[in-house]
């Protein structure tokens, strides 16, 4: 029953969060959504709920600091090329940028914290 809550969690809020556009959707004028931007998001948005119960579960505190600084670097590259680039529009290197930084570094994350558990030991 444990590990079905692992999947349960992330799919519910999932859900929940796109609930959001769909009645956007349904309700105002000019909201309009394609269904490949809801398959986008919901994968994107599973996914990260399923990391982060992973994570929580087997290696808390490395890679969840790993995952924490690597989404601040991210944010920090974006605020750069939005600033050296004004007109480009960044909104897929955004995305890549954040998702690609936060598993690099929740996995040096991990691997430090497995170095410093054998060090302990």
């Given at each position: 029953?444990?590990?079905?809550?692992?999947?349960?969690?992330?799919?519910?809020?999932?859900?929940?969060?796109?609930?959001?556009?769909?009645?956007?959707?349904?309700?105002?004028?000019?909201?309009?959504?394609?269904?490949?931007?809801?398959?986008?998001?919901?994968?994107?948005?599973?996914?990260?709920?399923?990391?982060?119960?992973?994570?929580?579960?087997?290696?808390?505190?490395?890679?969840?600091?790993?995952?924490?600084?690597?989404?601040?670097?991210?944010?920090?590259?974006?605020?750069?090329?939005?600033?050296?680039?004004?007109?480009?529009?960044?909104?897929?290197?955004?995305?890549?940028?954040?998702?690609i930084s936060?598993?690099?570094?929740?996995?040096?994350?991990?691997?430090?914290?497995?170095?410093?558990?054998?060090?302990?030991?």
């Amino acid at each position: 029953m444990q590990n079905i809550n692992i999947i349960i969690r992330p799919l519910l809020l999932t859900i929940g969060i796109l609930l959001i556009p769909f009645f956007g959707n349904i309700y105002v004028d000019g909201w309009n959504w394609p269904w490949t931007a809801f398959a986008f998001f919901g994968v994107v948005l599973f996914s990260a709920g399923l990391a982060y119960e992973l994570a929580g579960k087997y290696a808390k505190t490395g890679v969840i600091s790993g995952f924490v600084f690597g989404e601040m670097v991210a944010g920090g590259v974006i605020a750069i090329l939005r600033h050296l680039n004004p007109n480009d529009d960044v909104a897929g290197v955004v995305i890549i940028t954040f998702l690609i930084s936060g598993l690099f570094f929740a996995f040096v994350g991990y691997l430090i914290q497995k170095y410093l558990g054998k060090k302990r030991s």
